[in-house]
């Protein structure tokens, strides 16, 4: 194991990659800071991505340059209610050679380095949990065999939040999976008339590479060497574990709560607080990379029960109170 001195030395190396990437990304995602940066930690950390967003808001668009800026082969699939599960992880076909009549397989667009499952709510539950062997274990079954996905190999899901009709949510298995819940919003006033402009013209801004696999698969490996202080350890397990109703923070929660956060949601904390304080040019995590990433590594780890659904209670407003006490 490297010590500290080697770790921090390396790490130094690769901080102007990271903030020049994010700076790319920047440069064509306009107005969105803060999504941009949870993707980027997402990545970083190893993990995938649920984008959750009304249309027009540039979800694909954030993909499509990821890809580009960070050097990984990407497919896109259109989720509908129609796909199967051979449409996304691929078939054998049967094939006549001069030695006779042999099966081969046809990959599908799982095997790829960044896989864009959009509208991934529209398709059947059967079709969903195509990915969740791929996004768990790294490889999938086909044919009764065990077949890897390429490494890295990162999911980024985007859903509509506002259209429902035909839509079939996604279980809580499968939510967990997703290292973060990413929410996209409108832009401010400022950022969507600097968009309308760069966007409507003869010459738009296009995407540049600016790492390769080798140099995102080096960072995601330092990521999880970064030192970590105990009041951020100690930080992430207090909030994850008052999020639940068997340990709630306060005693009204308790009666707010239907289940809370697993250990996967610290161990999301805690990998991707070390992606964004890399990505701020940063060697350690802070309490307030915690507190930034709270809400999108628990909202959908968590859920409120009918009564407080009624009332109005709302669950990033019961993560905006945890984070606070901090």
């Not at 607080?273 to 309490?287: K, T």
Request: net charge negative; hydrophobic share 50%; proline share 7%.
């Amino acid at each position: 194991m490297m010590d500290v001195t080697a770790i921090e030395a390396r790490l130094s190396a690769v901080v102007d990659r990271l903030t020049s990437a994010k700076a790319a990304v920047g440069d064509i995602i306009i107005g969105q800071s803060e999504v941009v940066e949870q993707s980027l930690a997402a990545i970083l950390a190893g993990g995938h991505a649920l984008l959750t967003g009304v249309p027009g808001l540039g979800k694909t668009k954030l993909v499509e340059t990821l890809s580009i800026v960070l050097g990984l082969a990407s497919r896109r699939v259109q989720f509908t209610p129609d796909l199967m599960p051979s449409d996304i992880l691929g078939s054998e076909v049967l094939d006549e050679t001069p030695a006779g009549r042999r099966f081969r397989f046809l990959p599908g667009p799982i095997f790829t380095e960044l896989l864009m499952a959009d509208e991934i709510n529209r398709a059947s539950p059967r079709t969903q949990s195509a990915l969740l062997q791929a996004m768990a274990e790294g490889h999938v079954a086909v044919a009764g065999e065990n077949r890897p996905v390429p490494k890295p190999f990162h999911v980024l899901a985007t859903q509509n939040p506002i259209e429902q009709e035909g839509t079939y949510p996604l279980p809580e298995a499968q939510l967990d999976r997703f290292l973060l819940d990413i929410r996209i919003d409108y832009p401010d006033a400022a950022n969507e008339r600097t968009m309308l402009i760069m966007t409507t013209g003869t010459a738009q801004a296009a995407a540049q590479p600016v790492l390769d696999v080798a140099e995102l698969i080096e960072a995601q490996t330092l990521v999880r060497a970064m030192p970590v202080a105990t009041s951020v350890v100690d930080g992430i397990l207090q909030l994850v574990r008052g999020a639940r109703p068997e340990t709630p923070a306060w005693r009204e929660l308790a009666a707010q709560l239907a289940w809370g956060p697993g250990p996967r949601a610290a161990q999301a904390l805690m990998l991707a607080s070390r992606a964004r304080a890399l990505l701020d040019g940063r060697l350690s995590p802070s309490l307030e990379d915690v507190a930034a990433l709270a809400a999108p590594a628990l909202r959908h780890r968590m859920a409120l029960n009918f009564s407080a659904r009624a009332e109005g209670v709302e669950l990033d407003a019961i993560i905006a109170r945890l984070t606070s006490s901090l």
